[in-house]
């Protein structure tokens, strides 16, 4: 089965770091690439970040315009895991984030964790 399990969501004011881990349960030469989304109250879900997993986009990443410079998705040191460091955390970096999954073929990320939840305070 295809499972996702993110982790390290929490609260913190304005300006300081959390670290997200994201762990998949496929073996990493079945994944494309690995990407967090995050979706605050009544808004649309949105790109944070992406890392390819494997073939030609392994290592490359992407970046939303709005985390740039402060948002960094790294590969975890446990097999099959994926972090997105957030650093000079903002209130609007408030809510839910979730990792996605791709794999060689597929359009659109399909396989999705349940999320972890990220509150930045003024």
């Known amino acids: 089965q295809v499972q996702m399990a993110e982790s390290g969501g929490g609260s913190v004011q304005a300006g300081g770091s959390l670290r997200l881990s994201c762990l998949a349960s496929e073996d990493t030469i079945s994944i494309y690439a690995l990407a967090w989304f995050r979706q605050a109250p009544g808004k649309e879900r949105e790109f944070v970040g992406s890392l390819g997993w494997s073939g030609a986009v392994e290592g490359t990443t992407s970046y939303a315009d709005s985390v740039k410079g402060r948002f960094t998705v790294t590969k975890g040191d446990a097999k099959n895991t994926v972090n997105l460091q957030m650093n000079s955390l903002k209130p609007e970096d408030t809510g839910v984030y979730y990792c996605?999954?791709?794999?060689?073929?597929?359009?659109?990320?399909?396989?999705w964790g349940r999320g972890t939840r990220v509150t930045v305070s003024s």
């Open positions: 996605a999954m791709k794999f060689p073929g597929d359009s659109e990320y399909g396989y």
